[in-house]
């Protein structure tokens, strides 16, 4: 198996979907009709987010919830840049992570209240 994709079930998908693809590289690879409101969005390397708005169930408040409990991480050259160019586009910085060792992670909320994580790693994940 491997992972087709995250789902976000959040209030305004066209408008959030619309936000990462301008902002965060992304692009719409998939937006079917119906009341979900869906887009499959996609990275360069093809990660999949589903953004979407499903009633009855409750749009989780994400501006509430400690980033710990979800986000979305962004490996980042330049975490810095990148975090003052998405603060200039509705973001709020949130926390720095900085433990000396050259890694950097900080930590954001989108303008939906989504927490993000930029990463620069001293050492790669992988």
């Known amino acids: 198996m491997k992972l087709e994709h995250v789902a976000f079930n959040v209030s305004d998908p066209a408008a959030m979907a619309a936000w990462y693809c301008q ?5 719409i690879v998939h937006a079917p009709p119906g009341p979900a409101r869906a887009h499959f969005i996609a990275d360069d390397a093809g990660m999949i987010l589903e953004i979407y708005n499903n009633p009855p169930e409750q749009v989780p408040d994400y ?3 400690h980033p710990l409990i979800v986000h979305i991480a962004f ?14 586009a509705g973001c709020q910085l949130v926390e720095e992570i900085r433990p000396g060792d050259g890694t ?3 930590m954001l909320r989108d303008p939906w209240g989504l927490a993000l994580q930029l990463c620069k790693r001293a050492k790669a994940l992988d």
């Open 23 to 27: 902002h965060c590289g992304f692009r």
């Open 75 to 88: 490996d980042s050259p330049d975490p810095d840049a990148d975090a003052a160019r998405l603060c200039a």
């Open 63 to 65: 501006r509430n919830m």
């Open 104 to 106: 950097v992670i900080l």
